[in-house]
């Protein structure tokens, strides 16, 4: 198996096991969804600069910087909160499943920005990645947390901006994974805690007491998955990237969260739909 897609499938893996850890947070704290998605990053961020540190790689370029500070303000720093909204209204596995639909997303904009190649076989994997997530978006009984599913997809597109302005910007660089992965969640926590002061206020520090025990853990995986991804677009196209990352997150998730949260997780509807995404995220790796 190629590196990028080792990676990818990593990476996914890690992504589960963040939202597993949201979902837990988010029952036990009761704190908002902002502020425990801005404790989280901001947790990742100082995860990362650690491991960049002891990773022994040297510092980007300034010329460098802005441009990762650029992709951490549109994921995870624009997205988090709604991600984690979307974790909470309509739960972990479905939240992840929406989620791929970013691969339609990612794979159009790159061929469209990036004159990535057409390929059938990518586009069939892609389209039924699409349709197993198209039904959790029919399944019965959800339909009066569509907000939910809105906060999904629209996580989803961010995701997929990210991926393809990561790639774009990755192509013909040398730089560490574990520092731009740094730059990326340091821009996203300045981001997040800029929406916390505008919606919270004065009380943004209760609110954050509230979270910042829970969020310790997201915040560990996050600084492990995000670096992760990057080196995976550093190394594969995001035709390849995006969809397997995202099919090794939804098995898991369902595992995980079928796991912990009960069989409302892993209903008949959602095990179809991550096997139609799981063949679809194999279908492009194959290709």
Same mark, same amino acid.
């Given at each position: 198996?190629?590196?990028?897609?080792?990676?990818?499938?990593?990476? !996914?893996?890690?992504?589960?096991?963040? %939202?597993?850890?949201?979902?837990?947070?988010?029952?036990?704290?009761?704190?908002?969804?902002?502020?425990?998605?801005?404790? *989280?990053?901001?947790?990742?961020?100082?995860?990362?600069?650690? $491991?960049?540190?002891?990773?022994?790689?040297?510092?980007?370029?300034?010329?460098?910087?802005?441009? &990762?500070?650029?992709? +951490?303000?549109?994921?995870? !720093?624009?997205?988090? +909160? $709604? &991600?984690?909204?979307?974790? !909470?209204?309509?739960?972990?596995?479905?939240?992840? %499943? $929406?989620? +791929?639909?970013?691969?339609?997303?990612?794979? /159009?904009?790159?061929?469209? #920005?990036?004159?990535?190649?057409?390929?059938?076989?990518?586009?069939?994997?892609?389209?039924?990645?699409?349709?197993?997530?198209?039904?959790?978006?029919?399944?019965?009984?959800?339909?009066?947390?569509?907000?939910? %599913?809105? &906060?999904?997809?629209?996580?989803?597109?961010?995701?997929?901006?990210?991926?393809?302005?990561?790639?774009?910007?990755?192509?013909?660089?040398?730089?560490?994974?574990?520092?731009?992965?740094?730059?990326?969640?340091?821009?996203?926590?300045?981001?997040?805690?800029?929406?916390?002061?505008?919606?919270? *206020?004065?009380?943004?520090?209760?609110?954050?007491?509230?979270?910042?025990?829970?969020?310790?853990?997201?915040? %560990?995986?996050? !600084?492990?998955?995000?670096? /992760?991804? /990057?080196?995976?677009?550093?190394?594969?196209?995001?035709?390849?990237?995006?969809?397997?990352?995202?099919?090794?997150?939804?098995?898991?998730?369902?595992?995980?969260?079928?796991? #912990?949260? +009960?069989?409302?997780?892993?209903?008949?509807?959602?095990?179809?739909?991550?096997?139609?995404? #799981?063949?679809?995220?194999?279908?492009?790796?194959?290709?």
């Amino acid at each position: 198996m190629e590196t990028a897609s080792l990676l990818a499938i990593i990476s !996914g893996v890690c992504w589960a096991t963040n %939202i597993t850890i949201v979902k837990w947070a988010l029952n036990r704290s009761r704190a908002s969804a902002l502020v425990g998605a801005t404790v *989280g990053v901001s947790i990742a961020a100082i995860v990362c600069l650690i $491991l960049a540190l002891l990773s022994g790689s040297p510092l980007p370029d300034s010329d460098i910087l802005w441009k &990762f500070a650029i992709v +951490g303000m549109i994921a995870p !720093g624009s997205s988090q +909160g $709604l &991600f984690v909204s979307s974790i !909470g209204s309509i739960g972990p596995a479905r939240t992840s %499943i $929406l989620i +791929g639909t970013s691969p339609v997303f990612s794979v /159009l904009l790159a061929v469209i #920005f990036l004159d990535e190649s057409w390929k059938t076989t990518i586009m069939v994997g892609t389209l039924l990645t699409v349709l197993g997530s198209a039904l959790i978006s029919w399944e019965k009984g959800i339909r009066f947390r569509q907000i939910g %599913i809105v &906060f999904a997809i629209a996580t989803s597109l961010t995701f997929a901006i990210r991926d393809v302005v990561a790639r774009h910007f990755n192509i013909g660089t040398d730089v560490s994974a574990w520092w731009s992965g740094t730059v990326v969640l340091v821009a996203a926590s300045f981001t997040l805690w800029v929406f916390v002061s505008i919606k919270f *206020g004065p009380i943004w520090k209760i609110q954050t007491r509230k979270a910042l025990p829970e969020f310790i853990p997201s915040g %560990i995986m996050i !600084g492990i998955a995000l670096p /992760l991804l /990057l080196e995976a677009l550093n190394k594969g196209s995001v035709n390849i990237v995006a969809p397997l990352a995202l099919a090794a997150q939804n098995v898991a998730i369902v595992l995980l969260s079928g796991w #912990f949260f +009960g069989a409302r997780e892993r209903t008949k509807q959602v095990l179809i739909a991550m096997t139609l995404i #799981f063949l679809g995220g194999l279908l492009v790796t194959i290709s």
